[in-house]
C-alpha cells in the first residue's frame, strides 16, 4: 500500500516536472520569436533641407492711430437744440454735428447791427463835415471809434454763435454719441469721437542698433487678427530723431491706405520691415517641426546601417534645432541641419529615434511660400 502511495507520488511529480519543462521550452521559445520579431516600416512623407534666398526683414509690434483723430467738446455752455448726426456716419469737413441754443445771441446780433448801422452813418457824415471844418477832429475820432467798437460787438456776438454750432473739424468717421437732445452741455463736455482712417498710422519701436538698416520710404508688411490671412502693405513716413533712454528703442511711424476703414485706431499688428537686402537661409516646412518648450526638433531620415542583419531600409533620427523667421508654409532653421538633409515633413508626432520608416509622398501636401487660403 505504501508503495503504491510512493509510486503515484513520484509519478504526480515527474508529470509536473515534464509539463514545466515544456512549457518553459515554449516560453523560450515566444521570447526568442519576440525578440527577433522587427516591426513593419512606418510610413511618412519627407521633405528636403533646401537653400533658399528670402527678403531680410525687421519684424516688431505695432499699434495703429488715427491720421487724424480728436473727442469733438463743446467751446461754450449752452442747451442742445438739434442733433445732426448719426452714431457712427461718415461727415465731411465743416459738417453740422450738433446745434447749441444761440436765441439770445441772435437777439444780441440785432440789436449790435443797428448800432454799427447808426454808428456806420454817423461816421460818414463826421467824414464829410471834418474837410469844412463843421466838426472838430476829435468829434471824428470819436465817431470812427464808435464805428469800431460797434463793428467788434457785432465780430465777438458771430464767433459765439458759430462756436455754438459745432461742426466736423475735418472729414472722418464718428463715433458713439454722447450727448442727448435739450441737454445742458458744460464747456469742454464730450460730444462725439471723430477720427479720419483712410491713411492710417502705425506706430512701432525697433532697437537702436537696427537704425542704420531702416530709412523712410522702406515697405511695411502689417498683419493681424482681425484681417486673419490679409496682409496690407504700408510705407515709412516718420522716424523719430530721440532714442528713448529707458529702452533704447526709437520710434518709426508708417503710412498705411486702409480705405476699407478695417484697420482702426488702438489695434495691435504685427509689423514686419522690408529690408533690401536678402539673405541666404536654409528652410523646411513648418510640419515637419515638433515644437517643445526646452528645444525644438525635426526627425532625420537616414539610411538603416548594415550589421548583418537581414534587410537595409531607413530609420529617423530626432535632431534638435534652432528655427528662424517662418515665410509662408516653410520655417527658416538657424542651426541643426544642414542643405540637402531629408526631413520627416508630417506626422513626426507618432515617431520615436531610430525607428524604421518607408517614405511615401504620395500624400505629401504641397508646401508653398505664400499660400492662399481656398475661397469657401
Do not use: C
Request: proline residues 6%.
Amino acid at each position: 500500500m505504501k508503495k503504491n502511495l510512493i509510486f503515484t507520488i513520484v509519478g504526480i511529480i515527474l508529470l509536473i516536472g515534464v509539463l514545466g519543462g515544456v512549457k518553459g521550452l515554449q516560453i523560450k521559445r515566444m521570447i526568442a520569436q519576440g525578440e527577433a520579431y522587427v516591426p513593419p516600416p512606418t510610413p511618412v512623407t519627407t521633405a528636403v533641407v533646401q537653400a533658399a534666398s528670402w527678403p531680410s526683414e525687421l519684424t516688431a509690434v505695432g499699434s495703429l492711430e488715427a491720421f487724424q483723430g480728436v473727442i469733438v467738446t463743446a467751446e461754450l455752455p449752452g442747451k442742445v437744440v438739434k442733433i445732426a448726426f448719426e452714431p457712427g456716419s461718415a461727415v465731411k469737413a465743416g459738417d453740422l454735428l450738433v446745434q447749441q441754443d444761440t436765441s439770445s445771441e441772435i437777439a444780441q446780433l440785432r440789436s449790435a447791427q443797428a448800432f454799427m448801422g447808426l454808428a456806420q452813418l454817423n461816421l460818414q457824415r463826421a467824414r464829410k463835415l471834418l474837410p469844412s471844418n463843421v466838426i472838430t477832429q476829435s468829434s471824428y475820432d470819436n465817431a470812427e471809434a464808435e464805428f469800431k467798437q460797434a463793428a467788434a460787438q457785432v465780430d465777438a456776438i458771430q464767433a459765439t454763435i458759430e462756436k455754438k454750432t459745432i461742426r466736423a473739424p475735418f472729414a472722418g468717421r464718428l463715433g458713439i454719441r454722447q450727448i442727448n437732445l435739450g441737454q445742458a452741455l458744460n464747456e469742454g463736455e464730450a460730444i462725439v469721437a471723430l477720427q479720419s482712417l483712410n491713411p492710417i498710422y502705425v506706430n512701432f519701436q525697433l532697437p537702436q542698433q537696427e537704425l542704420v538698416k531702416v530709412r523712410q520710404g522702406l515697405t511695411v508688411r502689417l498683419t493681424t487678427d482681425a484681417l486673419p490671412d490679409k496682409v496690407v502693405e504700408g510705407t515709412i513716413t516718420a522716424i523719430n530723431p530721440l532714442v528713448d533712454k529707458a529702452t533704447r528703442n526709437i520710434r518709426i511711424q508708417a503710412t498705411v491706405d486702409n480705405p476699407d476703414e478695417q484697420l482702426r485706431p488702438g489695434m495691435f499688428v504685427n509689423v514686419a520691415v522690408a529690408l533690401p537686402e536678402n539673405r541666404s537661409v536654409l528652410t523646411i516646412p513648418s510640419t515637419a517641426v515638433l515644437y517643445a518648450p526646452y528645444s525644438d526638433s525635426v526627425f532625420v531620415v537616414e539610411n538603416k546601417k548594415e550589421d548583418g542583419s537581414a534587410g537595409g531600409g531607413q530609420v529617423v533620427r530626432q535632431q534638435f534645432i534652432r528655427l528662424g523667421a517662418t515665410r509662408g508654409d516653410y520655417v527658416a532653421v538657424v542651426s541643426g541641419l544642414e542643405n540637402g538633409q531629408t526631413v520627416v515633413s508630417t506626422g513626426s508626432f507618432k515617431l520615436r529615434n531610430g525607428q524604421s520608416v518607408m517614405v511615401d509622398n504620395t500624400l505629401s501636401p504641397e508646401f508653398k511660400l505664400t499660400p492662399k487660403p481656398e475661397e469657401g
